[in-house]
């Protein structure tokens, strides 16, 4: 066989389209229906990827054909010749595939008649050999079949020597044939006499082909969505390494000639392209349908352009400051668009060439004609600036990909010369720091060069170190050390792990080591489990496997796509055997550290509106009535000790949302009976985020506040450090209070580091408060800021993926606006004319939720 | 703010990456410079060092670090804000559209404000003038003969100062610079009462203060004096949730600044700290903590943040950039939300109309695109975020190679997990002991891929004095996947014999560098400061002249020669000498990082036999060595005797 390379390369498709393929093959979806297609459908989807891979790779010199054998008529350069070699169709010729091969294929369909596979092969063969010519391309044929059909089996063994011959590597996937190979084990039920007199028939075919293979269709298509790794030839760089003034000092200036390579290279996947269903000319939201040649309805979905341009908005200067907001909302998404309704009209477009750079400096910019700010100059090649012990290089700065440097591959001079210093640098145990320019006039890098030693080879590696600008140095408590205010180290606190909790870590530790927990399956001896170049990039993978899936089927939900193939996600779990040698020293650590997750409250808020809200609200008073509700008095059972005594993490229950409603004195208790259940209101309920007691009581520092000298502030100002900024409105366990709840609300979902469940959970929280303020007195007072409340959970649940929250709440809502005492009737009727109803399936694909709301269910619902 | 170009030039996979960034500067910070002006701040002092001033005053060196913070600030973070407070003053504020009043003895210099040149040359004025005679800075600033300002008044002025002046979305941050370890002179407890509990006040509006306090030889600056009952630990370190949460507990990481480190302390405060990501850590099933992750190094800075501008001739108007995406055939324009994803397409196959959009048809009710959601839960596989342990592995597995991206520190979030600082520091401390790294899957943000990491762990380290030198906690390090690794170009060159690697030794050992390894800080980015040196230049329309540029990167080439000149001319006489100088050279190309070798014993046995050992490889003795178990470091020669050895033992 010629050396493998990528391209150069001509694959035949030899594919059986006979009545027999028709018959359904059924296949188990990732979400448990199974579905049925046609073999002739599976055996398409197979040559599809096959042919979506070389599309993919877009390399011109990949060309593949399609012969197809079984169809009534008969268009083959063989019959065109000699006659004979009926039903057999070229019916793709030879090409560099593109996407509509792949919608050509889509159109075959089983036939009501039958051809001979040996026929097609040889029809194959010769096409392949008449395109190819004199060209020595890689040949290879592909033929997929379910041998149902009887052979003619005269003078196979002429075709075999022909493929020999012609040096190709034959490839035949059964449908449904058995299969012994460990991976995938296959023996089909009730399999006629015909078939596995086929079957045995291409055992002996394929034992004679020099390059032959079988395999049955399943374990093929399961070895399609294995991941392959692109190698990529990495293109050497010219430079040079220097060590002292080349310029000043020529004679004792050192220069090596060199050529550096990648190391390391973050491969990326190939960019989506966009799309969107083609609308009727003229309309905004009608798709336009065509009518297919078999009279179906069809859409059109076309490819997009991205068409950027630059605006300047001549708008009056006064409202500057709004124009900023709005640009800085899109930025936010990290991608500027007009907003929909915005004054589009006082948008001017100009040529980006006539734009002129301005530097942000301060509050404003530093204009910069045609770029007139010098740039430094700067001087190719890589200068050593000095060595230092290689012990106390610090691995995690090093900041991007690794490059080798070789001595100059034409000299070897110069490869004795970079020799020397990578054996001298690693005798000497050195690293050195250097500075890399990779053009002349281009910005300088810093990074760390370490020798790296091969059997017949010297060369150094390249670690890029970042800049002081790129390097922050933050302030961090210290782990080990707790000092109290007194000055007293502390030995002994719930921060500080005990000597049996870390005699329970050692045990995990050294019981997780992964040094030997994997097994040459050769060898048998234990290796280390998991290195880089064994592991795949999982996501890499998926979206590879994901952009050819949806370029061969057509329906996206009604085949979806495969599970990731199990070699990409092989490192997900920690060895087996591992994890059962471990249990019991992870079940002791989890008992001995006893870790509690703390139910997220909403951030304290810090707006200086506080401080002046303590005047006008009678905040010390709904604190007296209602301690729990806030961090800090929370923090001072009076009985505790006020001296730093250590305490023992006490085990605080997680509070279940609902269980943790408070008795609610204020006077719209009707409705919020429904959902309360008891009401403990021991604030131990209330997990805090440090299990201890508080060792500095809270109360101290308040009734110190309260006897202060003269000089102070206005007394109010310290009560509301105390509270301020806690809703006392909120019921504990709840993250929503009744005071601002649309304010609560955002801060959560809009909060970057929100967990998901934390964002379910204000969501579900809102649901009650609105719900509350609903169904109380006086609810149509606050009629707007029910509406924007109900509009920001409806958008939040379409965006958050928790359309079943929203779904369930509004259903909640209705019900009780309509059937309960006093219930609210208007607000519903208000209700109704926003529009707020049930989200639909069709509203929640949109944005990739689900929901099985049908649109007639809500239409129903707000009628 | 990154140009709205680059914005949009940027491909949809690498929003996370951006997004991020931009989230982290997109924060203002606002800073209060808060300077003790009593007369020991203004006595002058020898500074021998510096020939411009030989006599300084803390004072000054106060005032020239706060511009300096100003001027870095004016490029590093053009939104945010600064304002200067003086304290022990005379003088008392009356004007400039001050509202509120302050406090007796505090003086409001600078309000709280964006940044503007024009503040920065008045102080650049005042420098100067008590260049020519400090005595300039007592007439300005003149101490207060009757006492000291209590410090609760002080933190007052700054609550009131920030109340009228920050954004309120900014983190807010005092300065608080004063050599005073004794604020009032009275040990009254009221005092200090006052002061613990107006600090209150400003923490709990969100405002931390972060001290520098001068220690002099003659003046040591001893906390427990006064601050150390003031200052709340969340004070300087802890994060702004950590609030209220450990009273009890003072960590001293306070910086005490030597006055000559004062600016260099400043700067390492110049950023306000904040987590990029919050996420579980799952050690087991069962057993989570949160951590919190810090970007310590971070994406590398472009040069020059810059919009653009249309001049209109009488003005000049920001443009924006904003792009649509659009079905050409129809110039029909697509809101983004409609958008869907997939693979390329083209016309039906043999049709020739080239130049059409091309297009997908489908039965109606059919898809064969993915949504933005789908798109991008792709990539994660249906992970959420998390930070999961695999296991444990030597600290020696953590090759030097095996980098692709920068590391990110984690440090445990109490608030997220009860018990998450206790297990983390047992699990620090056993990592440390042991040796070990930590393998993990992470998925630290959504939209991401999971990737695996090596958990390096970095010890605390505490000064003689018990100050934070080196803060603990683990370095999440990318590791490449084998999607990312590349084949070594070259499998065999020419090496250099002993001689010529003995010269190079000799002047290698005589370049080495003091200190302790690569020090980010010696380095900074030398185009950045040659262009922020100009666009300084410009904003304060002063001259630019690239002679007067340092570029601190430059190696040290007088040293180098002076070192280790001659040495390195031996070398090259050495190197002239070799060999290899009359060879052309023949390489062959190379394939994967790991060369495959395999060994015949029989082979080896037979060349040890004839006594022929040296016709073999380095490889093949190794791979015979490894194959027995004997170790093979070391040079051919010892390798040899090595096999010799084995042979004559078996």
């Not at chain 1, 080591?513 to 060898?523: C, Y």
């Not at chain 2, 970007?295 to 994406?299: A, I, K, S, W």
């Given at each position: 066989m010629p050396a493998e390379r990528a391209g150069y390369t001509v694959h035949m498709f030899v594919l059986d389209v006979c009545k027999s393929m028709g018959s359904p093959h059924t296949f188990t979806l990732p979400d448990g229906r199974t579905q049925e297609i046609t073999n002739l459908q599976w055996a398409l989807k197979y040559i599809k990827l096959k042919i979506q891979e070389m599309i993919y790779n877009g390399r011109k010199t990949d060309k593949c054909g399609v012969i197809i054998f079984g169809t009534e008529e008969t268009n083959n350069i063989v019959n065109d010749k000699q006659g004979g070699y009926d039903n057999v169709t070229e019916y793709i010729p030879i090409c560099t595939p593109n996407a509509g091969t792949l919608r050509k294929l889509d159109r075959l369909e089983p036939s009501a008649t039958y051809g001979d596979p040996i026929d097609a092969l040889i029809v194959a063969t010769k096409t392949q050999e008449e395109w190819l010519g004199k060209k020595k391309w890689s040949k290879k044929i592909t033929l997929v079949t379910d041998g149902q059909n009887i052979m003619e089996l005269e003078d196979w063994e002429s075709s075999v020597a022909k493929l020999n011959e012609l040096e190709i590597s034959f490839l035949l996937v059964g449908v449904d044939f058995d299969s012994d190979d460990p991976e995938y084990e296959y023996q089909e039920p009730d399999k006629s006499n015909v078939k596995r007199q086929n079957e045995q028939f291409w055992r002996e075919f394929l034992d004679r082909v020099d390059n032959g293979n079988m395999g049955t269709l399943g374990h093929a298509m399961l070895y399609l969505s294995k991941p392959s790794i692109k190698e990529t030839a990495s293109n050497p760089m010219r430079s040079v390494l220097r060590i002292g003034d080349a310029e000043g000092k020529p004679d004792q200036a050192i220069e090596i000639d060199i050529s550096t390579t990648k190391c390391t290279a973050v491969a990326n996947n190939k960019a989506w392209k966009n799309f969107a269903v083609r609308m009727k000319e003229g309309t905004k939201d009608e798709e336009e349908i065509l009518i297919g040649e078999d009279g179906s309805r069809l859409i059109v979905y076309a490819q997009l352009k991205k068409q950027a341009g630059w605006y300047v908005d001549t708008k009056e200067e006064n409202d500057d400051d709004d124009d900023k907001k709005s640009i800085k909302k899109e930025d936010g998404d990290g991608d500027v668009k007009m907003e929909e309704d915005s004054d589009s009209e006082t948008l001017v477009q100009v040529e980006k060439e006539n734009l002129i750079r301005g530097y942000k400096y301060g509050t404003g910019y530093v204009p910069c004609a045609d770029d007139s700010f010098l740039r430094l100059e700067t001087k190719k090649g890589i200068d050593i600036i000095g060595f230092f012990d290689a012990?106390?290089?610090?691995?995690?700065?090093?900041r991007g990909e690794v490059q080798y440097i070789w001595g100059d591959k034409d000299s070897p001079l110069q490869q004795v010369a970079l020799s020397s210093i990578a054996r001298g640098m690693a005798k000497k145990k050195v690293m050195a720091i250097a500075r890399w320019v990779t053009k002349d006039g281009s910005d300088a890098k810093m990074g760390v060069l370490n020798p790296c030693l091969f059997d017949k080879v010297d060369c150094l590696l390249w670690a890029e170190m970042p800049f002081a600008d790129d390097y922050r140095q933050y302030t961090f408590a210290s782990l080990e050390r707790l000092v109290t205010k007194k000055g007293e180290v502390l030995t002994e606190h719930p921060y500080l792990p005990t000597e049996e909790q870390c005699e329970a870590m050692d045990q995990f530790v050294k019981a997780m080591?992964?040094?030997?927990?994997?097994?040459?399956?050769?060898?048998g001896k234990h290796t280390e489990w998991f290195t880089p170049i064994e592991s795949y990039n999982p996501g890499l993978h998926r979206v590879k496997q994901a952009m050819f899936h949806c370029a061969v089927v057509d329906d996206l939900a009604t085949e979806p796509l495969d599970p990731p193939h199990p070699d990409t996600t092989k490192y997900f779990e920690p060895p087996p055997k591992v994890v059962k040698k471990s249990k019991e020293v992870v079940e002791d650590l989890i008992k001995k550290m006893n870790v509690k997750e703390v139910v997220k409250q909403p951030k304290r808020t810090r707006n200086e509106e506080h401080v002046h809200a303590a005047d006008d609200d009678d905040e010390p008073l709904l604190l007296a009535r209602k301690p729990t509700a806030t961090f800090s008095m929370s923090q001072i059972p009076a009985s505790q000790p006020t001296s730093p005594t250590k305490s023992k993490p006490e085990p605080k229950p997680k509070v279940e949302p609902g269980d943790s409603e408070t008795e609610d004195e204020s006077d719209d208790d009707t409705a919020r009976k429904l959902a309360m259940k008891k009401a403990p209101s021991s604030s131990s309920k209330n997990p805090l985020p440090t299990p201890a007691r508080s060792l500095s009581p809270r109360s101290h520092s308040v009734s110190q506040a309260n006897i202060q000298s003269p000089a102070k502030p206005k007394q109010d100002d310290i009560a509301m450090d105390i509270d301020a900024d806690i809703d006392p409105q909120r019921d504990p366990g709840r993250v929503i209070g009744r005071t601002r709840p649309l304010d609560d609300f955002k801060k959560i979902i809009e909060?970057?580091?929100?967990y998901p469940s934390a964002k379910a959970k204000a969501m579900k929280d809102l649901g009650h408060v609105v719900t509350g303020i609903v169904l109380a007195p006086f609810a149509s007072r606050r009629e707007q800021e029910l509406k924007d409340c109900l509009k920001e959970m409806r958008r939040a649940a379409l965006l958050e993926d928790e359309v079943d929250v929203w779904n369930g709440f509004i259903q909640d809502l209705k019900d009780k606006c309509l059937f309960s005492t006093p219930g609210n009737k208007e607000f519903w009727e208000v209700t109704k004319k926003m529009g707020s109803g049930l989200i639909t399936g069709v509203e929640a694909r949109k944005l990739g939720a689900d929901s099985d709301v049908g649109e007639d269910q809500a239409v129903e619902f707000l009628k | 703010m990154a140009p709205y170009d680059d914005w949009n030039s940027v491909e949809d996979e690498d929003d996370e990456e951006l997004q991020d960034a931009s989230l982290f500067e997109a924060r203002k910070d606002a800073i209060l410079f808060c300077i003790d002006c009593s007369p020991s701040m203004l006595e002058p002092w020898d500074d021998p060092e510096d020939e411009d001033m030989p006599v300084k005053c803390h004072l000054f060196v106060a005032l020239d670090a706060t511009m300096q913070i100003q001027k870095k600030k004016m490029i590093s973070g053009p939104n945010d804000s600064t304002g200067i407070l003086f304290f022990n003053t005379l003088l008392t504020q009356t004007s400039k559209g001050q509202p509120s009043e302050l406090r007796e003895g505090t003086h409001l210099y600078q309000l709280i404000a964006p940044l503007e040149v024009s503040k920065i040359k008045d102080i650049q004025a005042l420098l100067d003038a008590a260049k020519e005679d400090l005595g300039e800075l007592k007439k300005t600033f003149p101490p207060r003969v009757d006492g000291f300002t209590p410090m609760g008044d002080v933190f007052t002025s700054c609550n009131w100062t920030f109340r009228d002046g920050a954004p309120k979305t900014a983190s807010k941050r005092i300065f608080l610079i004063t050599d005073r370890d004794e604020p009032h002179l009275s040990n009254d407890p009221q005092l200090i009462t006052a002061a613990r509990a107006n600090l209150d006040n400003l923490t709990s509006l969100g405002v931390t203060v972060e001290p520098f306090f001068i220690s002099t030889e003659e003046k040591p600056f001893d906390m427990s004096r006064f601050y150390k009952a003031v200052l709340r630990p969340n004070t300087f370190a802890e994060d702004e949730e950590d609030e209220g949460r450990s009273l009890s507990v003072l960590p001293e990481s306070i910086s005490i600044a030597k006055i000559e480190d004062l600016l260099a302390q400043m700067r390492f405060h110049e950023v306000p700290k904040r987590a990029h990501f919050s996420v579980p850590f799952q050690l087991a099933p069962g057993l989570a903590i949160g951590v919190k992750g810090y970007?310590?190094?971070?994406?590398k800075k472009s040069v020059g943040k810059y919009v653009y501008f249309h001049d209109f001739g009488d003005r000049m108007e920001q443009a924006k950039s904003m792009s649509v995406y659009v079905d050409e055939d129809r110039q029909a324009e697509v809101k983004k939300s409609n958008v869907l994803y997939g693979t390329a397409v083209e016309g039906a196959a043999g049709e020739d109309n080239e130049n059409s959009t091309p297009t997908r048809a489908v039965k109606a009710g059919q898809r064969p695109f993915y949504t933005d959601d789908e798109k991008r839960s792709l990539r994660s596989l249906g992970m959420e975020p998390i930070i999961k342990l695999l296991g444990f592995k030597d600290h020696s597995s953590l090759s030097f190679e095996d980098n692709i991206k920068h590391s990110t520190f984690i440090y445990p979030d109490e608030m997220a997990y009860s018990g998450s600082k206790r297990t983390f520091t047992a699990l620090l401390k056993s990592m440390v002991k042991k040796e070990k790294i930590g393998l993990v899957l992470a998925l630290i943000r959504r939209n991401t891929n999971p990737r695996f990491y090596a958990l390096l762990p970095q010890p605390e380290k505490l000064d003689e004095n018990g100050w934070m030198e080196e803060p603990g906690g683990f370095h999440l390090i990318p590791l490449p996947f084998a999607d990312d690794v590349r084949a070594a170009k070259y499998q065999e060159g020419y090496t250099a014999s002993d001689e010529l690697e003995e010269a190079a030794v000799a002047w290698i050992s005589k370049l080495s560098l003091k200190g302790a390894g690569y020090q980010p800080d010696s380095y900074p980015n030398p185009a950045l400061a040659f262009h922020n040196a100009q666009l300084e230049a410009s904003a304060f329309q002063e001259d630019f002249d690239k002679e007067d540029f340092e570029n601190v990167t430059d190696p040290n080439f007088k040293n180098i020669h002076k070192r280790a000149g001659e040495l390195m001319q031996r070398w090259k006489e050495a190197l002239a000498k070799d060999d290899s100088a009359d060879l052309v050279a023949v390489v062959s190309a190379g394939t994967k990082r790991k060369a495959d070798t395999s060994v015949d014993e029989e082979e080896i046995r037979s060349r040890y036999n004839s006594g022929e050992l040296a016709k073999l490889r380095v490889d093949q003795l190794k791979e015979f060595l490894k194959s027995k178990r004997q170790p093979v470091l070391g040079r051919k020669a010892d390798l040899m005797d090595r096999v010799s050895e084995w042979f004559d033992k078996n």
């Open positions: 012990a106390k290089f610090r691995r995690e700065l090093s080591d992964l040094m030997k927990a994997d097994k040459d399956p050769e060898t909060d970057p580091e929100s | 970007g310590l190094v971070t994406d």
